[in-house]
């Protein structure tokens, strides 16, 4: 007797966002799990309306809420918003033991450590790329700074489109702090942000530049150059749609069902550590 496969009770916060739409648009495509619940704002003009309906996809029978107390039982959280918004869900996941994925970005150092201090306790992913083609792009910049690292300029441009919030992105400060490390330094201690107009001093050696455009409708385009002497080589990943972060996200909901508590990646999920 075969047993039926698990499927894994998924609810989404942020449903009424970008990535909350493509969230339960990659639900729906997705036989292996289930969208037991949407949430937004309170004051959202969707809330009460059927996820599946506001994402663009068919009937779901899932209503959007205005809150965690009111949605029904799940799994996995998915959490794609704003830092304190992210926070006050942490607190609820750590008190009822449930699961999160975590795709917010912008949190700031003491933020992280209370993520991580929560998993001591809780299963969670933690990325701020949830992307397959950037885990792997994350690889080959390891591989490409062992060997060119000390020898080539290094500079990270992300593309996004006008409306994301913070800068750098998450996904550029995670790439620095994968070639820092490599290099056996600290991205603190390197980094230099943006290109200041009149800065008329030369490239520090050993530093990692991180620039940051933000225009139109570009979903995430992420650019590391090594340059070095009559040679350069660039490392490109571009997003052209948000379902690819949404099925990552998914993935990792239902790898996190084998842990009952610690802070993982994307690399963790996708095992290429
Ligand atoms: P968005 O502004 O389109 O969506 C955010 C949603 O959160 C909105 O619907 C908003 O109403 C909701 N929200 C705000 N406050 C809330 C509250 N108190 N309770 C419930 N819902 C609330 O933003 P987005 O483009 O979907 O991005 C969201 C986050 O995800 C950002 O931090 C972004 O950088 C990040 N992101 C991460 C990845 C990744 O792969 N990790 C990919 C894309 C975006």
């Not at 899932?62 to 039982?73: H, I, N």
Request: hydrophobic share 40%; with cysteine.
């Amino acid at each position: 007797m075969t047993s039926k496969p698990m499927t894994t009770q998924i609810a989404i916060m942020g449903a009424a966002g970008r990535m909350g739409r493509a969230l339960i648009e990659a639900c729906s495509l997705t036989p292996s799990v289930r969208l037991s619940a949407a949430i937004d704002r309170s004051d959202s003009t969707l809330v009460g309306k059927d996820a599946g309906e506001c994402s663009g996809v068919w009937k779901m029978a899932v209503p959007v809420t205005g809150s965690l107390e009111e949605a029904a039982d799940f799994d996995v959280l998915i959490d794609f918003t704003l830092p304190e918004v992210t926070l006050a869900n942490l607190e609820f996941c750590r008190a009822r033991g449930k699961r999160m994925v975590i795709g917010t970005t912008g949190f700031t150092p003491q933020q992280r450590a209370t993520i991580t201090a929560a998993a001591e306790h809780n299963a969670i992913v933690l990325a701020p790329n949830m992307s397959v083609g950037v885990n792997l792009a994350l690889k080959l910049l390891e591989m490409t700074t062992r060997v060119l690292g000390n020898a080539a300029d290094i500079d990270i441009i992300d593309v996004h489109h006008k409306h994301k919030l913070d800068a750098p992105s998450g996904t550029a400060i995670r790439m620095g702090e994968v070639i820092a490390a490599t290099l056996g330094r600290e991205l603190k201690d390197v980094a230099v942000y943006g290109c200041q107009p009149g800065r008329h001093d030369e490239r520090k050696p050993g530093s990692i530049g991180i620039s940051s455009i933000r225009s139109g409708d570009t979903v995430g385009d992420h650019t590391v150059l090594f340059a070095g002497q009559g040679e350069r080589i660039e490392i490109t990943h571009r997003a052209t749609s948000r379902l690819n972060f949404a099925r990552g996200a998914l993935r990792a909901a239902e790898w996190l069902m084998q842990h009952e508590s610690g802070l993982f990646d994307m690399q963790d999920v996708l095992d290429i550590k």
